[in-house]
């Protein structure tokens, strides 16, 4: 078939009411999918037909094959998923979108936390496999919601006897002398996200008592010197404003049957011009040490509202203006 010519496919499927939930009320499913991979599509009792280029027509192909097993064993799916999915099988290499959306995190009966992207599934399997994991990438992928995720499911299956979250006291030029209050109540501010990703996972009575039990303990990253953690899941949250010497402290505290993730974004750093980030260098040292895994998120991985990955990408284009002319 000539390059640019328009192909027309039609898929039959084996039940209306399952093909009915695919394509959503009034099939405003299929229109997210028909805008994310260029596409005409037009569905009719149990048949979808496809219209457009053909690489497009064979990818939407698969992802609607794909997408109808998932709905098919039971999964609801939403407009963020098809978007995800779709962007995920256009975005090169084999992927089995199934496999991505059918991994659960068993957190409570009634809550299930799953992978939404191919990268998200690779970060959860390394987090699984390593005992040392660096999750590095732009804000809003879900380094640190996973990481929390994983590590509430090991505690509750009695895995790890405790969960410890660890932020760097750095942040947008603010000292903690200036702030009012104890120490806790002076970093307090900066643990606040690890806070409310807890809360969103369980009810907040059940936090309390774990956080009293010292089941939690949220910390700033000074806290950790000198300890050694032994049957814990360690989370060092903001790790591109860790010092070198902080984060070799950091590491360095890892005790018997326990897992540390590292979570940053290194084009975010908030330390002193000229200083050192702990995590970039990390990454650099410890890269194909076994044991230690190594995830690196992108825009096409975010997933907060669709605006932020634009966001993302025009302040990635302007970096890479500003680095093109300080070469030139």
């Avoid at 997210?32 to 053909?54: D, F, S, Y």
């Avoid at 191919?118 to 732009?138: H, L, S, T």
């Amino acid at each position: 078939m000539a390059t640019g010519e328009v192909l027309r496919e039609k898929l039959t499927f084996d039940e209306n009411a399952l093909l009915a939930q695919l394509t959503g009320p009034g099939g405003v499913l299929l229109k997210v999918i028909e805008r994310e991979m260029g596409l005409r599509i037009h569905a009719r009792g149990n048949q979808v037909t496809l219209i457009g280029p053909k690489e497009q027509v064979e990818l939407g192909s698969e992802l609607l094959g794909q997408l109808y097993a998932l709905v098919r064993r039971g999964q609801v799916l939403d407009e963020g998923d098809l978007v995800r999915a779709a962007r995920a099988l256009q975005g090169g290499g084999e992927v089995d979108v199934r496999e991505v959306f059918s991994d659960s995190l068993l957190i409570t009966s009634n809550t299930h936390i799953r992978p939404k992207s191919p990268v998200q599934k690779a970060y959860v399997d390394a987090i699984r496999d390593n005992d040392i994991v660096f999750g590095m990438g732009p804000a809003g992928t879900g380094k640190t919601y996973l990481a929390m995720a994983m590590a509430m499911s090991e505690l509750l299956k009695h895995e790890v006897k405790r969960i410890i979250l660890a932020r760097p006291a750095v942040e947008a030029g603010e000292r903690l002398g200036f702030l009012p209050g104890d120490m806790m109540e002076k970093v307090n501010p900066y643990l606040r996200p690890l806070y409310d990703a807890l809360h969103d996972m369980l009810e907040p009575d059940r936090v309390e008592q774990m956080l009293g039990r010292g089941q939690i303990e949220v910390a700033p990253l000074a806290f950790m010197r000198g300890r050694t953690l032994n049957s814990s899941f360690v989370i060092l949250d903001e790790a591109q404003n860790a010092t070198s010497e902080q984060m070799m402290m950091f590491l360095t505290r890892l005790g018997f049957d326990s897992k540390a993730v590292v979570t940053g974004d290194i084009t975010q750093t908030d330390l002193p011009a000229g200083a050192v980030s702990g995590l970039a260098e990390a990454g650099q040292l410890l890269r194909g040490i076994r044991g230690i895994g190594l995830v690196q998120f992108t825009e096409r991985d975010v997933v907060r509202h669709p605006l932020v990955q634009k966001i993302i990408k025009a302040y990635e284009a302007r970096n890479r203006r500003r680095e093109d002319s300080e070469v030139g």
